[in-house]
């Protein structure tokens, strides 16, 4: 790899030197907490790295682009990834996470998702996917006195490896029908006038199986309530975002190049899993009294949205899944940022009966907490609600008013599933348990994402425009 190629890498190539660094000064000096704080450091020079250097080369290797589409979503992830192990300064204390380890795993997550954001080729995208999904099976196990954390783990082990093995067949097939990994050439080699060829909707089927794993469609979501519960909260807040997002940002590449009469065939594919995990998700949301898995079946829908968007497709498609990626993980990250900021001696407050009385011993907080709810379920003046509208704007523009309803639809169900945590927050003023007042650390990452749901919300004009901007293609 030559110099101009090292160096348009340079943001990612700082998250794995310093991940590297981190795991090496933790052999000698295992400080959890100045190990973490070099962390958040690394993640933040990578993010400012990707902003503000340009890269002096488009593509590398013919598999990963430099341009500021991926730029764009190193920035989002080394952000992530730095507001995560914030989030882990106290509650790692108290679990007895191993500093280096953890730190380390975290920052190599990050490089994963953006290598994943910026694939331009299909061993890109399983390089990229695998690097940060075999991270994410040791995250969410990490705490080994928790025995549902064990189970989490395991759970998305078995799954995540049948998920690898159909990805993998999924790409041969595809090769062998177009003799290219390149995403442009292999989405355009895969139709004919009439459609997809038989091997390339083989292909097809299995990366589709593979996707509704790793982004938690319907009916491959069964591991998402048991993992979002059982890992701890700042890892679910990067699994919940980084994780998925990173996926998201490489289809739209993939989506780009895909002819209008083998789109014909996905189609219905497609609408049907939006629609199911719309449905699914909701109804499945509604009957939760735990409030992790309440936000995993609503991811669940979340992504029938996002989905929604992919299939309307154009700049108008394209351009509202990057805005609804980032108000998500700024509302999702804040949720989990107070339940983690609440925990004590390592235990999270889940259940709703646990959350009784907040909103008068800690009002700040469980108001920053019913925002981000609020977000979520695409309630004005939140930047959930621009985000849910560029997403069923785009669906109507393409043609799919059905599917933009039923989307409307479940926005309305998901305000009742998200309002019952709100309700119980300030039901009544004798509080239920007693909970951490948390730390700066932990209010500073509340703080930026309440600013950027808020902000949004209210002037998404300057980020609508620069993602107009960055859409490759």
């Not at 190539?13 to 962390?39: C, D, E, H, N, Q």
Request: with cysteine; glycine share 12%; aromatic share 10%.
């Amino acid at each position: 790899m030559s110099g101009l190629e090292l160096y348009s890498l340079l943001p990612l190539l700082i998250l794995v030197f310093g991940s590297t660094s981190v795991l090496m000064i933790g052999a000698w000096k295992p400080a959890r907490r100045p190990l973490i704080l070099i962390g958040v450091v690394t993640a933040v020079s990578a993010a400012i790295a990707a902003a503000f250097w340009p890269a002096p080369l488009a593509e590398v290797s013919g598999m990963f682009s430099c341009g500021p589409y991926a730029r764009f979503f190193t920035v989002l992830w080394s952000l992530s990834a730095g507001m995560c192990l914030l989030l882990s300064l106290r509650y790692g204390e108290d679990r007895h996470f191993p500093g280096g380890e953890y730190t380390s795993l975290v920052l190599f997550a990050a490089a994963g998702m953006g290598l994943l954001s910026a694939a331009t080729s299909l061993i890109g995208i399983f390089l990229g996917l695998e690097s940060f999904t075999l991270v994410l099976y040791i995250l969410i196990a990490i705490d080994k006195n928790c025995a549902f954390g064990t189970e989490a783990g395991l759970k998305y082990l078995v799954m995540g490896i049948v998920a690898t093995g159909l990805l993998s067949f999924g790409i041969a097939l595809i090769y062998t029908a177009t003799g290219t990994f390149h995403l442009p050439e292999a989405m355009t080699g895969l139709g004919t006038e009439s459609g997809l060829r038989p091997l390339g909707l083989l292909g097809w089927g299995m990366l589709l199986c593979a996707i509704g794993f790793k982004a938690s469609l319907v009916p491959f979501h069964l591991w998402t309530p048991d993992v979002y519960q059982g890992a701890p909260s700042p890892v679910t807040a990067l699994l919940s975002t980084g994780a998925k997002g990173s996926l998201l940002a490489a289809l739209i590449v993939v989506m780009q190049g895909i002819p209008t009469p083998s789109l014909a065939d996905l189609a219905p594919v497609l609408w049907a899993l939006a629609v199911l995990s719309m449905l699914v998700g909701s109804l499945c949301a509604l009957r939760q009294t735990n409030i992790k898995r309440m936000l995993a079946y609503s991811s669940v829908v979340h992504m029938g949205y996002v989905l929604i968007a992919l299939l309307a497709g154009g700049s108008a498609g394209f351009s509202a899944v990057v805005f609804y990626l980032v108000v998500y993980t700024a509302a999702n990250f804040g949720a989990f940022g107070v339940i983690t900021s609440f925990a004590i001696q390592g235990q999270e407050p889940q259940e709703y009966a646990d959350l009784a009385g907040l909103g008068y011993h800690h009002p700040r907080r469980s108001a920053a907490l019913a925002f981000f709810l609020l977000s979520l379920a695409g309630v004005p003046p939140a930047a959930g609600f621009i985000g849910k509208f560029g997403v069923f704007y785009a669906a109507i523009e393409a043609g799919y008013l059905g599917l933009a309803l039923l989307g409307v639809l479940a926005s309305i169900l998901s305000i009742a599933y998200y309002l019952r945590p709100i309700i119980v927050l300030f039901m009544a003023d004798e509080r239920a348990v007693c909970l951490h007042r948390g730390v700066l650390e932990e209010h500073g990452v509340l703080a930026f994402c309440l600013a950027a749901t808020l902000l949004l919300g209210l002037y998404p004009g300057p980020l609508l425009d620069l993602v107009l901007t960055i859409l490759p293609g």
